[in-house]
């Protein structure tokens, strides 16, 4: 059993009780101090995430739905998050726009897809 | 000066001396502003004893050649023996003018000699690039192709040359290539149709760049006995073909996007496939040849009713059957059982065989599914059908744009190996002219699924209203192909239509 109240987290944005059902948005922080608060169902398309935030898990992020990634900068992040909704907002429909993202931060993002197991966003839909 | 034992005369120092000023030592320069002291003492009050007079001349040649003078009989034993024969001189211009502009304010330009030029340069250095050199055939086929050029013949020849590879270079010339208007009087001018005509047969070609598909006025291509193992899909953008060899290759399967080319959607009427180890159906009934095809052209022609109207030239496409899906997620890793046999083997010709899903049933028309355990589908993790790219197909999709594709995959840090591969990957299709979906046309890195169909193309040799006038006529020549295409399709709902359907259902049944 983690001692949760001893973690240095003075500024959750969402806390939530154990036993609460799990709120609808988690905050996703960035290397550099961002905050993304951001639908939990969209954000739930990484795998990753998923596990983190499995509210079955004794982690520290699925208790304060806040998931801390110290390698990724507020842009990348930003990228990843708009990523997240543009796959909620379309996952359903038929014909799909394309996402642009600058060619300036593609490996970036490349690897942060990687680490968040975005690669089988297509097939990971359960 | 009496007593002392004769001594061996010195051996000269092997440092070139300027004849513009005699060596003095610092030691004595400092001091030779006044005159020298005399000493009454001494034996020989002379003053050649405490200046340094003249030197005996030791060296000979210009102050930038010298060597040693070798009148003294001393110099004759002992390695220290320089070259002594003065080398003739010739009337040979040297480099070196031997022009000194020493000015005469400098005193102390004697005194610099303990500067030394430092071993390395500070400045970071520009490695010098290497230059692909150019191969004899290469060289060939740029004269071969200048020539061209030059008189304005749109046929260029490039039979047997050896060549390995195109370059861009060669690329980029055949490009210039354009025959020489004829300007007339109370003629309008008008660019000539394009009517390129390139051939490159009997080479070792293994792969084609595709910067050639961007020569769109290319007509005939001819790319016979070559080791092509596969065509880029971008050649749908070679719109003006109209002849395309490619027998005697390694080819196993065509691009989807050839069809576009083929009469009557495109223009080519001349599609040449023979001597490929291509994929050929398991099931054998697919890819039969010689009865049944009249038979079933004739079937086809009351059955089809996508191209009621056939000139004579244009090819009649059927469909035949289609392999299993391989899938495959955004990193390139096949998930599916079903996978397709690498290009790169080269087994026998009977064995390319694939397996078949689905063949057209010629009693009722209409495709037929084989049973699962014959077309094996999808492991465990059954996938829904969605539209949206994966973040890393796009961030890939987006590495593909930038300009520094090449050196991109050096950028990854070490363990991560597979975004290395698929880096690499990204660019060897750039240069290939990209990878699109044969469905939606987009422009894709990692194809999510690939599958074979067969086709079969049949060549009208009369138009049809000929041939019901001639009810025993031939209505085809025998000139048939069986062609398995290679389809890639960006997401499940690009895929093939039954496979849509069938998914579907067994959706519901969970």
Known sequence: MLHTSSQPYASITITMDDLAPPSKYVTLVSGDGFEFVVLREAAMVSPI??????????????????CVFQE?????????????????????????????????????LLAAADYLGLDQANMSTK | MSEEPPSSPRLPAFTFQSRKRSHVSPQSLRFNSSDPAVFSSDDDPGLDNYVEGRRKKRYVGS??????DSVDSSFDNGAGRVSTVPTKRSLKRDLDSGVFLGSDTTDGEDFIEGLEAPALPRLPQIAPRTVPRLSQPEIVARQKIQECIDRGNEMVDLWGVGLEELSDDIVNRLGQVTSIPIVAKDVAFAPPPPNLQVFLALNKLSRLPGSLCDITNLTVLSLRSNELTELPPAISKLVNLTELN?????????????????RPRGKLRDLSITFNPLWRPQRPELCKTDDATEERGRKSQNSSGLHTHHDKGDYMVHWLGRSPLQVSNSNGRVLSEFRLPSMEETPELSESRVSVAVYFDEDSGVPVSLPPQASPGLRKGEAMPSSVPSLTEL?????????????????????????QKLLQRTSLQKDMGGVTCSTCRKTIVVPLLEWIEWRELLKCSFTLED????????LFTDEELVVPLLYRACSWRCGPKDVKRERCLRRKDE
Not at chain 1, 49 to 66: N, T
């Open chain 2, 467 to 474: 041939a019901e006038d001639l009810p025993r006529a031939r």
């Open chain 1, 49 to 66: 995430i998923k596990g983190m935030l499995d509210p079955r898990s004794q982690f520290v992020e699925a208790q304060h739905a806040r």
């Open chain 2, 395 to 419: 961030a890939l999709r987006s590495c593909s744009r930038s300009s520094y594709l090449r050196d991109l995959d050096s950028l990854i840090p070490e363990g991560l190996t597979h975004l």
């Open chain 2, 246 to 262: 490619l027998s005697h290759n390694k080819l196993r399967c065509l691009p989807a996007d050839v069809l576009d080319l083929v």
């Open chain 2, 63 to 68: 102050w930038f050649q010298q060597h040693l």
């Open chain 1, 72 to 108: 990724m900068s507020g842009t990348v992040l930003d990228k990843v998050v708009e990523y997240f909704h543009y796959w909620y907002r379309y996952k359903d429909s038929e014909d799909v726009p394309d996402m642009d993202i600058p060619v300036e931060l593609c490996l970036e």
